[in-house]
């Protein structure tokens, strides 16, 4: 399928459409273009956040009991209950605040075409990942081949096909993210010498995903990494005397991709952590391992490995979706989670010895009664960043610019929408090579912009659809003519950003909770300690103790707070 040429006349038209008079209305979309907001009920979250402020909570209406509850359902919290699932422990309810479970790692549909709702790709694990390892293996998506393990499922279906990568930059599309066509030696130049000082800090100290793994049992962080992790990228970039735009360019987009924030916010070391716990950076002309890019994903992103984790769940009634958590205390004999049922509209009491609590920090923060000192200092220290994910519907596909072929991953250099940072292709992993209707997945990273929260909370989904549409017109000039219908998901807190200091004081509280030092156990067999905050009968769990959210980190925290013994 071809759709690289470029036509003129009437499209030719459209591709002078600028980003302004699409958002001011000078041009408008099409009348029968439909926009409404998907996923996340933000005004379900605001009413909890109200209902708390009160103070005084209604009655329970009911008491249930159960072996231990889960408090929230996003993948640390599936984690959490696969893991008892896998130890035995079928007597345990997890509550999770929206319609469906998943967290940011929800996926969706527009007209019948499954998308990404959040993260749309989880990295072939390295060995530092053997929880997640063995998820895809239970999965079908690792198996051992001739005395290797081969990734993807039969044929490596769900590796993403080729090409993966494309960058709209100087008015065409060029392969890969790196800008590199026209640029000139200085550049390269550059490039080169970040490659060298990645390479130079993965041999002082290791980096690795899940980070626990990389840490020090008394200090943490390495020395090495705390010194990294004190200032911005952009200060240690100015150490190293790295001040070229496009690097500078590319780096930033890659902060706000993994982190939600550019390198202005991020630490140096999540902004060198980012290449050196995967596949490291590699400048123009040198050798690449072949499989350094693997990544596995679907139509509806990492929404397929959630929907795997739920089914089960559903299966067995342990899932209770719409369901508010109101406060969590422990007692004498157990704990006590409070929860408001959105469908009947009643306060339900659960009773269990144990309970693990993976929500984020802030909302933990709240629920928890006399939270402990480690709780309220990580609620006062962490930030987080918004985000919008926008799925535009194309009755068929777009006419192209010239360059390198339509890939998974479209980025496009000084994206007019702020905090944008390209689009998926939801078609792009189908078998039948036909064209046809597509949905494009655009995201969005707000950490960097002023307000957003507010924004997210007030501005209608024709806002931020039109946004969107206005970035796309440039490299795909008939945009305008092919979208049928908007469906935008706002995240007011989608991830912690590792800011400077918070990997040494979350490393602090992790050896502080002292779950290093207790037992986890799978079926009679000690598992590898991971040190994660816990009380006497909370263990906390979410990928916000690790700084950062990727699927990797939350999983694993999941995991072992399953097996926690208390």
């Known amino acids: 399928m071809q759709r690289r040429h470029f036509v003129t006349g009437a499209a030719a038209s459209v591709a002078s459409l600028s980003a302004a008079s699409l958002l001011s209305g000078c041009q408008s979309p099409p009348p029968a273009l439909e926009y409404a907001f998907a996923g996340i009920d933000m005004e379900r979250g605001h009413a909890l956040r109200d209902l708390l402020a009160r103070g005084t909570l209604p009655e329970p209406a009911v008491v249930r009991r159960a072996q231990v509850i889960i408090a929230g359902g996003g993948v640390a919290g599936l984690a959490a209950a696969r893991s ?14 929206e319609d469906t479970a998943g967290g940011n790692s929800r996926g969706g549909a527009v007209n019948g075409v499954a998308c990404p709702l959040g993260a749309h ?15 895809l293996e239970e999965l079908g998506l690792r198996q051992r081949v001739a005395g290797r393990w081969e990734y993807g499922g039969e044929g490596g279906r769900h590796l993403c096909h080729s090409p993966q990568e494309r960058l709209y930059f100087e008015h065409e599309w060029q392969e890969g993210l790196l800008p590199v066509q026209g640029v000139g030696e200085s550049t390269l130049a550059q490039y080169r010498s970040f490659a060298q000082a990645v390479d130079a800090a993965s041999r002082a100290a290791r980096f690795t995903m899940p980070l626990f793994a990389a840490l020090n049992t008394k200090t943490g962080l390495t020395p090495a990494h705390q010194a990294l992790d004190a200032m911005t990228l952009e200060a240690w970039l100015q150490q190293q005397g790295l001040d070229d735009a496009h690097l500078r360019w590319y780096l930033d987009y890659c902060c706000r991709d993994d982190y939600g924030a550019g390198i202005a916010r991020v630490s140096a070391w999540a902004g060198l952590h980012y290449f050196a716990s995967r596949h490291g950076f590699h400048a123009p002309g040198e050798a690449v391992a072949e499989d350094r890019e693997g990544v596995l994903t679907w139509p509806e992103g990492n929404g397929w490995l959630t929907q795997q984790l739920v089914a089960p769940l559903k299966a067995a009634g342990q899932l209770r979706t719409a369901t508010s958590v109101l406060r969590i205390a422990e007692t004498r004999r157990g704990v006590e989670v409070d929860a408001y049922n959105h469908q009947t509209g009643n306060v339900e009491r659960w009773q269990a010895p144990r309970c693990v609590v993976a929500l984020p920090v802030f909302v933990a923060a709240r629920v928890v009664q006399s939270p402990p000192a480690f709780l309220a200092q990580a609620a006062q220290r962490l930030q987080w960043a918004p985000w919008a994910v926008t799925n535009i519907h194309l ?4 006419t192209d610019r010239p360059g390198a072929a ?25 078998l039948d090579p036909r064209p046809g209707p597509t949905v494009l997945t655009c995201y969005q990273a707000l950490g960097d912009v002023a307000d957003a929260r507010q924004q997210l909370a007030t501005h209608n989904a024709e806002h931020w659809g039109r946004a969107a549409l206005a970035s796309l017109a440039g490299p795909h000039p008939d945009v305008l003519q092919r979208a049928t219908r908007v469906q935008v998901t ?3 807190h989608a991830m912690s950003i590792p800011v400077p200091g918070v ?14 030092k207790r037992k986890l156990l799978l079926n009679g067999e000690r598992q590898r300690p991971i040190p994660t905050p816990a009380t006497a009968r909370l263990a906390f769990a979410h990928s916000d103790w690790s700084g950062y959210s990727v699927f990797e980190e939350a999983f694993t925290r999941g995991h072992a707070a399953g097996l926690w013994q208390g």
Not at 85 to 91: I, T, Y
Not at 412 to 429: E, F, K, R
Request: hydrophobic residues 35%; without cysteine.
């Open 84 to 97: 008892l699932r896998l130890a035995g422990v079928h007597d345990f309810a997890l509550l999770e605040l």
């Open 395 to 398: 009755n068929a596909p777009l």
């Open 406 to 430: 339509p890939a998974w991953d479209n980025v496009i250099y000084g994206d007019t929408n702020p905090g944008g940072l390209g689009y998926v292709d939801a078609s792009h992993q189908k």
């Open 503 to 516: 990997q040494q004081f979350l490393s602090q509280i992790g050896l502080q909770g002292a779950q290093g």
């Open 490 to 492: 706002r995240y007011g």
């Open 121 to 135: 790709y989880l990295p072939v694990p390295g060995d530092d990942a053997p929880e997640v390892q063995d998820l």
